[in-house]
């Protein structure tokens, strides 16, 4: 039976909320005083972007919005089935789109969204990631925000989970795989 335990730090809190808000900053530099719709996908990039919001400048006409999606299915490994199992509320036809995901692996879930939400004629459509694991991808996304590129090591902490745990640890953390 092998057993989950957390394991050393990879990005330490200072370390994140420093590359939070060069983020921010080249964001609302880019869109200048144009009108912003955040969107999050959850549940991960949930603390992500709440920090990300909060960096950006107050005079900024930042809108957040938030989709739920499912393809993980409990387990560490992408399925590659992408489930919408809440979508956005706002009408996003001739608005700024920026999605915000935690991470991107396979690439599978950012494709499918981006494929679906590019079909309501958005004015523009980014993406931010916090963490990219690029040796993981299986079909190309363009990712204009990043925050880190990370090896493929199984993490969890500041809105990535195990099996649903360790999402609100601050720093982002390693998990260890032991076999008892
Ligand atoms: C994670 C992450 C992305 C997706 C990335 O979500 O938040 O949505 O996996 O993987 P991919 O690039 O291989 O498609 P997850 O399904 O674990 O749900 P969660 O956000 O609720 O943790």
């Known amino acids: 039976m092998s057993e989950y335990k957390l394991g050393d730090v ?58 739920s999606v499912s393809s993980y299915m409990q387990s560490t490994q992408s399925s590659g089935v992408v489930r919408i199992l809440h979508d ?16 991107i692996d396979s690439g599978l879930t950012l494709a499918y969204l981006l494929k679906l939400l590019s079909s309501r004629k958005p004015k523009s459509l980014k993406t931010c990631v916090l963490l990219d694991k690029p040796s993981r991808r299986k079909t190309e996304v363009k990712v204009e925000y990043k925050g880190f590129e990370v090896p493929d090591e199984f993490v969890v902490g500041y809105g990535l989970d195990y099996a649903g745990m360790w999402r609100h640890l601050k720093d982002i953390r390693k998990v260890n795989v032991v076999e008892v």
């Open 10 to 67: 990879m990005m330490p809190r200072d370390v994140i909320a420093g590359r939070v808000k060069e983020l921010a900053a080249e964001i609302a530099n880019d869109f200048d005083k144009q009108e912003l719709l955040v969107v999050g996908i959850l549940t991960g990039a949930s603390i992500f972007l709440t920090d990300l919001v909060r960096e950006m400048p107050e005079d900024m006409d930042v809108r957040m919005d938030f989709m």
């Open 88 to 103: 956005i509320k706002t009408s996003i036809e001739g608005k700024n789109v920026l999605v915000v995901e935690d991470i």
